[in-house]
């Protein structure tokens, strides 16, 4: 992990930043596996999203995890939702958080589109994805029906992390983004797709915006750790989107539990720095423009 007081040098030929003092080793996929939060205790896991090398670089000493998350369709893009998110993007920031971390494992979601066909249209977009970005893992949303590609994947060398319950790339179908589970059918099967997911060798899996008995349920049946998010402080571990916890947004979902209020910082900064520009006294523009004699 890195102490706070690292600094990095740039190096101009890779834009890689190297941190002094050098940090540890990165966090592998059987060490996530092997900080199942058994019963009685153990560390929780800490995942963040990040999306651009200097959020990556601040964050990286502090989570054992780093989602590159398609939430930055909305977070970086102002889009409606995940949906347009693309293949081309997700490298794009993939690549950026992989160069400026050293510690957290980094996994990147696989977009809307880029997986659902066939185990065989998974692999090519995963395996893109782990190429272009030296990122690790990969995460794909879905249950049942994904299971046979998870475990197509996984086979073939390329870790997944599962995502259940609130699965916002199929808003259209949702029809929102409320929580899930909410009758006895529904919330059978999120632990139904949850267990299936598991058994095709997810490495973890993120439980989205459930009724909690759901998330304890389903952190007690996998083998594997629970990744909570509107889901309950009994999983394995907890992410959140970095920016929502920063503040920087006045509307979050409401389990979000802002650490920072940096909307208002960044507000404060720019509004200090334009009074400043505005009560600058130029000098006449003949005294600057005017030829020398
Ligand atoms: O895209 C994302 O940020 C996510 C997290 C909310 C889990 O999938």
Not at 81 to 106: C, D, F, K, N, Q
Not at 170 to 178: E, H, K, P
């Amino acid at each position: 992990m890195l102490p706070m007081s690292s600094t990095f040098t740039i190096d101009t030929a890779t834009s890689r930043a190297t941190p002094t003092p050098a940090p540890m080793k990165r966090v592998t996929v059987p060490s996530i596996l092997a900080r199942k939060v058994k019963e009685g205790g153990g560390e929780p896991l800490v995942m963040l999203t990040a999306y651009t090398v200097r959020t990556a670089q601040l964050l990286d000493p502090h989570c054992d995890m780093l989602l590159v998350g398609d939430s930055l369709g909305q977070v970086i893009y102002g889009l409606p939702s995940t949906v347009p998110v693309t293949l081309e993007l997700m490298a794009a920031h993939g690549a950026a958080v992989v160069r400026g971390s050293y510690h957290a494992l980094v996994i990147i979601d696989m977009p809307f589109g880029s997986y659902e066909e066939s185990p065989e249209q998974a692999f090519r977009s995963a395996a893109r994805l782990l190429k272009e970005t030296g990122a690790a893992a990969v995460k794909m949303e879905g249950g049942a029906a994904m299971a046979a590609t998870v475990r197509f994947l996984v086979e073939r060398g390329i870790p997944v992390m599962g995502h259940v319950g609130l699965t916002p790339q199929a808003v259209n179908t949702l029809g929102g983004y409320g929580a899930r589970g909410r009758n006895q059918a529904e919330a059978a099967k999120i632990v139904g797709d949850a267990m299936r997911i598991a058994e095709a060798g997810a490495f973890a899996i993120v439980i989205e915006g459930v009724v909690e008995p759901i998330a304890i349920e389903i952190t007690r049946a996998v083998p594997c750790p629970t990744i909570g998010i509107g889901a309950s402080a009994q999983c394995d571990g907890q992410v959140l989107v970095a920016e929502d916890m920063l503040g920087l947004f006045e509307r979050t979902p409401r389990f979000v539990r802002k650490f920072d209020d940096l909307a208002a910082r960044i507000s404060a900064a720019a509004a200090g720095y334009a009074a400043e520009v505005k009560a600058r006294s130029f000098p006449g523009a003949d005294q600057v423009y005017a030829p020398k004699a």
